[in-house]
C-alpha cells in the first residue's frame, strides 16, 4: 500500500479542503495521509477530524520554508503538537512575512502597470494565508499571462520584476521549533536544491549537525538514482525516510496524490517508521531496505 506524507490544502496554495484529501486518500486506498501546509496548522483540525472517522491513519505535518547560507529550503515539521503556543506565535510572525511581501508583490505589478488589488487576492485564498501561487492564479484569470509558470518565469520567481523576499527563520532555528512541539524535523524535495547534487553531502551533513531528522526520498521528481543517492545519505547520518506527492489540487494539476496512478507510491513502512521514531526519539534506528 501508499502512503502520502506531504499534500496542501486550500488552508495554504492547494484547492482541496482537508476533508477533500481525505476523501481523495481514502477512494485511493491509501494507507496513511499528512497534511503539510506552508507555515501554517490552520487546516490541522478539519483534517484529524475527517481522518479519525475513517480508516486511513493519519498524521498532522506543515511545511516551513526556512534559510540555510543563502539557500531556501523546505522543512517538513510531523507529528507536533500543533495547539502549542510557542510554535503559533512563530507561524504567526512566517504569516505576518507573508502579507508584508504580498504587498510589495502588488505594488511592484501595480507599478508594472497590472491592475491588481490587495483585496483581489484576499478574496482568491480561501482560508486566509495568501502566497505567490494565488497572485499567479490572478494574473492567470486576468490574461496577463497564459500559465502558471509563465506567471513565476516572467514576474515572481526570484530575479524577476515583481519578486519580494519574506522573512523567513533559519533552517536550525526552524528544526528547533519543530523539536520544542514535539515533532521531528524532514528535509523536504532535498533533490531539488541543486539539479547537479553537489551542494546535497556538505549540506545535510550540517542540517544534521543542527538535528534533521529525516530526509524526504521519495517525491514524485526524485528518479531512482536520485533515491538511492538519498538513501545513502540516510544511513550515513541515521536519518530516517518519508514521501509524499506534494499534492497541490488544482494549482498544481499533473501532481498526484500518492496511489492515484501507478507511477509514484512510497511504501507504507515509511510510516510505521516515521510513528516508531516519533516514539522513541533519536535512538530510533529504522531498518533498510525499507521499500521491501
Ligand atoms: P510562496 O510560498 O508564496 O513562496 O510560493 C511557493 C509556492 O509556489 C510553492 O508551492 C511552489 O510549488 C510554487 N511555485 C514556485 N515556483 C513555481 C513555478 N515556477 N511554477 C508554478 N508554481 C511555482
Ligand atoms: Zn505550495
Ligand atoms: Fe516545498
Ligand atoms: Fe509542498
Not at 482541496?16 to 503539510?36: Q, R
Not at 484576499?122 to 499567479?136: E, L
Not at 521531528?184 to 531528522?213: F, T, W, Y
Request: charged share 25%; with cysteine; net charge positive.
Amino acid at each position: 500500500m501508499c502512503i502520502d506524507l506531504h499534500t496542501h490544502s486550500v488552508y495554504s496554495d492547494g484547492t482541496n479542503s482537508p476533508a477533500e484529501l481525505i476523501k481523495i486518500a481514502v477512494d485511493s486506498d491509501l494507507h496513511a495521509i499528512s497534511l503539510t501546509d506552508h507555515d501554517t496548522i490552520d487546516g490541522i483540525d478539519e483534517f484529524l477530524h475527517h481522518g479519525h472517522s475513517t480508516k486511513i491513519k493519519v498524521i498532522q505535518g506543515l511545511e516551513i520554508c526556512a534559510t540555510h547560507n543563502k539557500t531556501s529550503l523546505h522543512i517538513l515539521g510531523y507529528g507536533i503538537d500543533y495547539r502549542q503556543q510557542e510554535l503559533n506565535s512563530k507561524l504567526s510572525l512566517l504569516q505576518r512575512g507573508r502579507e508584508e511581501r504580498n504587498r510589495k508583490i502588488i505594488t511592484q505589478l501595480q507599478k508594472l502597470g497590472i491592475d491588481i488589488s490587495d483585496l483581489e487576492l484576499q478574496n482568491k485564498s480561501r482560508c486566509g494565508q495568501a502566497g505567490r501561487p494565488h497572485i499567479a492564479s490572478i494574473l492567470k484569470q486576468k490574461k496577463i499571462v497564459k500559465t502558471m509558470a509563465h506567471a513565476f518565469k516572467h514576474y515572481l520567481r526570484k530575479g524577476a520584476p515583481a519578486w519580494a523576499e519574506r522573512f523567513t527563520f533559519s533552517a536550525a532555528e526552524t528544526i528547533d521549533m519543530i523539536h520544542q512541539a514535539g515533532g521531528i524535523a524532514v528535509l523536504a524535495h532535498p533533490g531539488h536544491i541543486d539539479n547537479s547534487m553537489k551542494k546535497q553531502p556538505q549540506l545535510i551533513r550540517e542540517l544534521c549537525q543542527r538535528g534533521l531528522d529525516g530526509l524526504e526520498i521519495y517525491y514524485p521528481g526524485h528518479t531512482k538514482k536520485i533515491q538511492r543517492f538519498f538513501i545513502e545519505l540516510a544511513k550515513r547520518h541515521q536519518l530516517i525516510a518519508t514521501g509524499g506527492s506534494d499534492y497541490h489540487g488544482e494549482n498544481k494539476p499533473q501532481r498526484k496524490l500518492a496511489g492515484t496512478d501507478n507511477s509514484f507510491c512510497p511504501p507504507d513502512s515509511l510510516f510505521s517508521n516515521l510513528q516508531q521514531r516519533l516514539l522513541q526519539g533519536p535512538n530510533y534506528k529504522q531498518s533498510w531496505p525499507i521499500d521491501k
